[in-house]
């Protein structure tokens, strides 16, 4: 099979490492890809979010299916120009990817659905949002309507802060004000192809930018997988797999459908557990970033045939993906200053000595070949993801990895899976 695979971060040069695992492995692009990428496959120079740059190249060289990575291609609307030139895409057309790209629009959703979900409240001007924050109280929960690159939420008991950060996102658009929810938060990965669902392993990921939960919000900074507690709080992994396929993914696909916008690619469920039981804080609309990099390195069954049943409607035919009893642990080397206003461009070294370590691989996200000489191009520069029989085990590979690498100025949390090893 020849795949494209659409984006340049460590989400995809994680699932072109899940794919190139396969035997037989298929023939893999990517656009426009990264200096990690380009080491293990081609990569092509295409707007990722041009929907005729994208389909023409497709037809032009006999692509069988794309794999679109990121949001915004999504958005777009990519996947709708490959489909009306009768090419296979995992990712949903643009209607249904709303579900990631409007904050309001998937709220309506799980609402029509009956998915459980926090209360929420759209507004348009400051003097809404501020009778929402009082509304629901602190701790304040903002998000800006669209896509924000995982930068429009803010969790704060601090009101002037909650103004602040609803002030700024108001300018490019509505925002939401929702209640808060404590608990665990767990995301988990459900294949979707318009009517049934296959889900993966579920992990969960760490979104603050230092250790212990502080600092501000990121794109994400480490990830482990599988979620051993969920043993206790469920009898077992599946039959938490089992409540959100019947409470959250079902329903939520079947009311895509029934809008006659169907969802054919992967659905991101972002859970909380809370006192009163499982909620959704928020749908993706493609994998995440950083849990891919845990899950697709302990996924057994070949991904190329669960993405291509996903884009051409079979998945129902196929038995659910099969697991490793392996864990996996990553963490995420970030530029300095990042999230605010990374500083890019400078050199990284030693990734051979990190790639020594037993169980070790590096999914890179933002990284360009300058000469001999491999640079940062962007805040979260890599994800370094080792696997082991333990998560002791597993963490201990990934630090010892992490500390032959060097890039000056970066940072990253020492705390990632600390909980479970």
Same mark, same amino acid.
């Given at each position: 099979?020849?795949?494209?695979?659409?984006?340049?971060?460590?989400? *995809?040069?994680?699932?072109? &490492?899940?794919? +190139?695992? *396969?035997? @037989?492995?298929?023939?893999?692009?990517?656009?426009?890809?990264?200096?990690?990428?380009?080491?293990?496959?081609?990569?092509?120079?295409?707007?990722?979010?041009?929907?005729?740059?994208?389909?023409?190249?497709?037809?032009?060289?006999?692509?069988?299916?794309?794999?679109?990575? @990121?949001?915004?291609?999504?958005?777009?609307?990519?996947?709708?120009?490959?489909?009306?030139?009768?090419?296979?895409?995992?990712?949903?057309?643009?209607?249904?990817?709303?579900?990631?790209?409007?904050?309001?629009?998937?709220? /309506?959703?799980?609402?029509?659905?009956?998915?459980?979900?926090?209360?929420?409240?759209?507004?348009?001007?400051?003097?809404? #949002?501020?009778?929402?924050?009082?509304?629901?109280?602190?701790?304040?929960?903002?998000?800006?309507?669209?896509?924000?690159?995982?930068?429009?939420?803010?969790? &704060?008991?601090?009101?002037? #802060?909650?103004?602040? =950060?609803?002030?700024?996102?108001?300018?490019?658009?509505?925002?939401?004000? *929702?209640?808060? +929810?404590?608990?665990?938060?767990?995301?988990?990965?459900?294949?979707?192809?318009? =009517?049934?669902?296959?889900?993966?392993?579920?992990?969960?990921?760490?979104?603050?930018?230092?250790?212990?939960?502080?600092?501000?919000?990121?794109?994400?900074?480490?990830?482990?997988?599988?979620?051993?507690?969920?043993?206790?709080?469920?009898?077992?992994?599946?039959?938490?797999?089992? *409540?959100?396929?019947?409470?959250?993914?079902?329903?939520?696909?079947?009311?895509?459908?029934?809008?006659?916008?169907?969802?054919?690619?992967?659905?991101?469920?972002?859970?909380?557990?809370?006192?009163?039981?499982?909620?959704?804080?928020?749908?993706?609309? /493609?994998?995440?970033?950083?849990?891919?990099?845990?899950?697709?390195?302990?996924?057994? &069954?070949? +991904?190329?045939?669960?993405?291509?049943?996903?884009?051409?409607?079979?998945?129902?035919?196929?038995?659910?993906?099969?697991?490793? #009893?392996?864990?996996?642990? &990553?963490?995420?080397?970030?530029?300095?200053?990042?999230?605010?206003?990374?500083?890019?461009?400078?050199?990284?070294?030693?990734?051979?000595?990190?790639? /020594?370590?037993?169980?070790?691989?590096?999914? =890179?996200? #933002?990284?360009?070949?300058?000469?001999?000489?491999?640079?940062?191009?962007?805040?979260?520069?890599?994800?370094?993801?080792?696997?082991?029989?333990?998560? =002791?085990?597993?963490?201990? /590979?990934?630090?010892?990895? +992490?500390?032959?690498?060097?890039?000056?100025?970066?940072?990253?949390?020492?705390?990632?899976?600390?909980?479970?090893?």
């Amino acid at each position: 099979m020849k795949i494209l695979v659409l984006g340049s971060g460590a989400r *995809e040069h994680a699932i072109i &490492t899940a794919l +190139l695992r *396969e035997q @037989p492995r298929p023939s893999v692009e990517c656009a426009p890809g990264n200096a990690g990428i380009a080491a293990e496959v081609p990569v092509v120079a295409l707007d990722p979010n041009d929907p005729v740059a994208v389909t023409d190249y497709a037809v032009l060289n006999n692509i069988e299916l794309v794999v679109i990575g @990121p949001e915004a291609p999504l958005v777009a609307g990519v996947a709708d120009a490959l489909r009306t030139r009768g090419i296979a895409v995992f990712g949903p057309d643009r209607a249904a990817a709303a579900l990631e790209g409007s904050k309001t629009f998937a709220k /309506r959703i799980m609402n029509e659905a009956g998915v459980p979900t926090g209360r929420a409240v759209r507004a348009g001007s400051l003097a809404e #949002a501020e009778a929402a924050l009082d509304e629901f109280g602190a701790p304040y929960v903002i998000k800006a309507d669209g896509l924000a690159a995982g930068k429009g939420v803010l969790v &704060t008991s601090d009101r002037a #802060a909650a103004v602040d =950060h609803t002030t700024f996102w108001l300018e490019h658009g509505n925002v939401l004000i *929702e209640e808060f +929810l404590d608990g665990q938060e767990i995301s988990l990965f459900l294949l979707s192809d318009g =009517h049934s669902v296959l889900p993966l392993s579920p992990a969960q990921d760490y979104k603050r930018a230092l250790d212990h939960d502080a600092g501000p919000n990121t794109g994400g900074m480490g990830a482990y997988s599988p979620l051993p507690w969920l043993d206790a709080q469920f009898g077992s992994e599946n039959e938490f797999i089992d *409540e959100i396929i019947e409470t959250v993914a079902l329903p939520t696909v079947r009311q895509l459908a029934t809008e006659g916008t169907p969802f054919v690619g992967l659905l991101y469920c972002g859970l909380i557990l809370t006192d009163a039981g499982i909620r959704v804080i928020e749908f993706n609309a /493609r994998f995440g970033d950083p849990e891919t990099q845990v899950v697709l390195p302990r996924l057994l &069954t070949p +991904l190329s045939g669960l993405l291509f049943a996903a884009a051409t409607g079979t998945l129902g035919t196929l038995p659910r993906p099969e697991f490793s #009893a392996d864990v996996a642990v &990553t963490v995420v080397l970030a530029s300095e200053n990042y999230p605010q206003d990374p500083l890019v461009g400078r050199e990284i070294t030693g990734l051979d000595a990190a790639l /020594r370590v037993p169980g070790v691989s590096i999914a =890179h996200a #933002a990284t360009a070949a300058r000469g001999d000489t491999l640079v940062s191009t962007g805040g979260r520069v890599l994800s370094v993801v080792a696997v082991g029989a333990s998560f =002791h085990k597993a963490r201990s /590979r990934a630090y010892e990895a +992490l500390g032959q690498v060097s890039l000056e100025g970066s940072h990253y949390r020492t705390d990632i899976a600390a909980r479970v090893a």
